[in-house]
């Protein structure tokens, strides 16, 4: 092996990241649907040859889970051997294909120098369809892809694109966006033939290797500081898609500079909340860097001092056929009871729970010309409050980092017009530190379409930390005297939909918090002088 | 003797710069600012510098001035109380931006501080539609309860910003007149005057930041204006927009957002000029300062425009050069992190304490160090002997480095060099690689105090084989203000479809673009035959939102306008993305027009060929630790001053002058051309 001093392996990683980066602009800016062109639900990231992650976007870190498991599918289904530059590969399922929902599609390409495969070009992208089926197991979610080849040496393989695209509700904007992830992994393949050309393959493989031990190192040197013992935390979860509150629970047991995380949840259920393996581990990469060291690079390495465990068959690591769609508001509650533990081991050093929902709006229906139309989009709602100071008010929590679409984007290409977009006055818990706001987002229905909801946290709430209190729950109002629902729904013209989304906990003991900045909460209508009154005991 | 002026005033120092129109010649002036009120500097700048070559205010036919003001009183937080009306329903929208939390890992990072606190962001009863048209009509009487309360809240400035305001402007109008009236003394800021253009967060940010900074830079340049009346000043000041033009004090007023870029902009106007004049069209510029670098990208002498930018964590739509900035420069601190990896910057230790080798204090090694540790920087003294520095303390920082890392103490100095290269060189492939442009095609131009002392190996990195050190790097932004046209850019969001149908209307939108710039030019008093209409248009397939800019050819508007603007779309969408979609929808999205003034520009002085040897400007002999070699090498040192046309120096080589270092490689040659320009050849 080549060894490498540790500045080439610094300004190797820098090259690395920015050709991600640059992976993930290419495909946002060439795309044509709202998912991903505004809210930028794609990922991008390069994996060395033997399948591990050399570097992920700062995107959505959800999509780790999607991109651990596409190569090991690849490599079970092909030989390697057989695999030929200008192969590009697709794939959806999350059994077989290497996602973690059918949504996310999964394109890889291999990257070749000198006639031999080093490393893969691979993105994600939540390709907004699939609207409007069932969620009983995964055969009712849309269409299963394995690993298949989507391009061989370079020729597209058009009866497979047919194939996916009949299959599609929406398939002008699909193809339009396997266009931009096609661009996306040519750039990547571009870019690392030209950093092997000026660096040496083996110099680039190397600093690829190095890079993972450094990201080791990191996480290890972070886990280290964190005093030996078992962390348990539990919390409830609950979806407006499922009768029964649930409970999750995990134990972390630190051990020098090693980290256990055994979870125990509910068994599989026939709703779209279950969460395969992968959508797990990438759930506890994410919590895990977040508390010990957020500058850990996003690469394989920093998964070595971790174990997970989670019972098969449970909706925490559930087996075939079961239905996973809507797995991010599992995975949301994953990442709030990591965060729990962690704070009883490292006190004063973890923010209360955020809103710990990933809620999720999904609008479609037919356009005068015959043509489907199918939106979806997820609300942010309340950050938790940080030790030292308030949560941050209407933004994406832990797994997801979506943006908004703006109104007048939304409103161009839906029937739909967004009456209200505000946070919402008294959502916040309270607490020295209050939490960060929710969100209230009231829909006008312009044209007949059919419509659901996934939201969580409808009947419990995020937790405060230190004796700060809890924030508010989600609210659904449906305009038609209905404010639970599960499934879908038909919305006439002119019927009004309002979604309100949970506030994020406080920390610490509400008597601490000053006057000063209970009496700027009070002036900027965030909470009312009652509530001021109740909460803080404060009297003007 | 009519002399021309720009000063470009820095948080450091004020850099002025002088010219002759008639002889052409070119003095340089630089004194420290005056941070608490940077006019009196500028004033005092311009006198002094004219009485360095004897002449008198009356003689100054043109002032043109490069400024920080809105942008330190944006990063400062500085700004005036600012009230907002917005659409009912939309009270948070500033602060719920595009709903991303700013760090994804990092739970304690901020979102920008807001520039309107919640209690005086007001909701107006008004809705407009999708298309333009009115599904709410605006309730008047609700609107004067509000700006009432404003008034009350004793609000400096209000921002005005409706949904769809870009497409039908009635209800943004009639509300400033209503703020106008009843609260007379207050600036206010309409989005459709500031930035009519679709997405609304990014058009109200745009909006809010330009409310915010108004009466900041309103009393600024009347303040400037007494001055320079005070020292007899008899012609209008111009100042730098972030576009890279100059525009009049009042237009500069309305629109300060214009001006978030004001400093750099003229840096990169400058190397365009010079870049022409030395043959070389496509460039990459490198300025680097004490704590950061701006690089840009000209391809044929041109610097692309973007239309948005993140400024400070503040979206801005604004008309702005395409400068890149990284936090690596002089004063960025080396450190190994916890995973045993050096690390350069961003964090910088400032103007003070500075650097170690500066001796105020700080312990922790910089760039600057480690050049001087290498003894690429003179080890005993800068700026031109006017400060003495400390290699032993350097020395002793980088070794505390090497320790950490397990390396020799030359090493570590020389890899702090290579780290941060790699920061500038990723900066640099944003601006290249990114937008499909090979840097390898290009000419570095260095300058920045900083820039030529590691240009050398930041062409190395990127495979770059020409440099261009121009003759005053520390001072290029002050001379960009010479050589710059008076500019104001116009948009106007139309949405339509690469089609014979939308023939008219994209007419008619240029048309109403031509109207305002007509009336630009009568008020900038800009002489007809002065006068130049450049017209792009944005462009994307039907379905993207992410637009590509295309130059629309003279001429009226015709359906062979359109075939050329399809061909010029298909272009860049494969150059950027690597494919045509044939047979797909192309729609117009934004027209724009850019209006140009052109002015008398600096001609710089040529000077006659002399021998190819600079033995006459040899002034030294210093080792300089290369990596190449693992040891000091001996470099002879030059004197910039005493260079002339035609020397040659063959690297290794230190050319030394007040403002930079240059340092030249062992496979680097370099020349002098005509206009005292070192252009730098590197052996492949």
Redesign the interface.
Known sequence: MTTI???????I???LS?IVE?MG??L???????NI??RRDCSTALFDNKGNTLCQA??I?MHLGSFIGILPNIMKRFDLADIKPGDVFMGNDAYEGGATHLPDIVMAEPIFVDGKLIAWAVNTAHHSDFADLGHEHIYQEGIRIPPVRLYKAGELQQDIQNLFLLNCQVP??RI?DL??Q??AN??CVQ?MQDLCA?YGTDKVLAAGEELQD??E??MR??IAAIPDGTYSFSDIFDSNQWKERMEFSVDITVTGDEMTLAFDGPPQVRSGLNMIYTSLLASCY?AV??VV????LPNAGLARPLTVTAPEGSILNCKHPAAVEGRIAACQRVADIIQGALAKAIPGKV?AAGNGCCTGAIFNGIREDGSIWVYLET??GG??A?PS?DG??????HLT????L????L??EYPL???????VDGSAGGGQYRGGMG?RR?YRVERPCRFSVEASRVSSCAWGLEGGEAGQMTHLDFGDGRTEFKGMADLKPGQIVEIVTPGGGGYGDPSKRTREAIERDI????ITPDFAKQVYSFSE | MVWRIGVDSGGTFTDICLFEEETGRLEIWKLSSSPDDPSRAIAQGVVEGLEQVDATAGDLGFLGHGTTVATNALIELRGVKTGLLISDGFRDLLELGRQKRPSLYDMNVDKPEQLVTRDLRRQVPERLKSDGTVDLPLDVEALKKEVQLLGEQDVKSVAICFLYGFLNTEHEALAKKVVSEMLPDVFVSTSHEVAPEFREFERLSTTVVNAYLGPVMKRYIQKLRERLDEVGLKVAPQLTQSNGGVIGFDAAANLPVRTVLSGPSTGVVAAQEIGKMAGFPNIITFDVGGTSSDVALLQNGICNLTGEADVHGYPIKAPMLDIHTVGAGGGSIAHVDSGGLLKVGPRSAGAYPGPVCYGNGNEEPTVTDANIVLQTLNPVEILGGRMKVRRDLALAAVQRLADQLGLGVMETADGILQVVTANMAKAIRVISVQRGHDPRDYTLMAFGGAGPLHAARLAHELDISRMIIPLTPGALCALGLLLTDLRADFAISRLTELTEESLAAVEAGFEELSVQALDWFATDNIPEDRRKEIRTVDMRYAGQNYELSVTVPAGPITLDTFKKLEEGFEAVHKQRFGFIAKGEKIQLVTLRLEAIGEVKKAQLQSYPKEGTSPDAAKIDERGVWMKSEGDFVTCPVYDRKLLKHGNQISGPAIIEQMDTTSVILPDMTATVDAYLNLIVEIAQ
């Open positions: 001093d540790p500045i080439t392996v610094e300004v990683g820098s090259a920015s640059e602009e290419a946002v800016r060439a795309s044509y649907s709202t062109k505004e700062e995107h870190p002008h904007e339009s266009r931009a096609m661009s040519r750039l870019r000026k450094y990201a190192r990191k040197a972070g994410y860097k977040a060291d957020p500058t850990i923010a609300i942010g950050g938790g940080r100071k941050l008010s209407g933004i994406q929590v980092n979506t943006s908004n703006p109104v007048e984007a409103e161009l017009t967004l009456l209200r977009y505000e946070l969100i009231v002036a900027e209508d965030r």
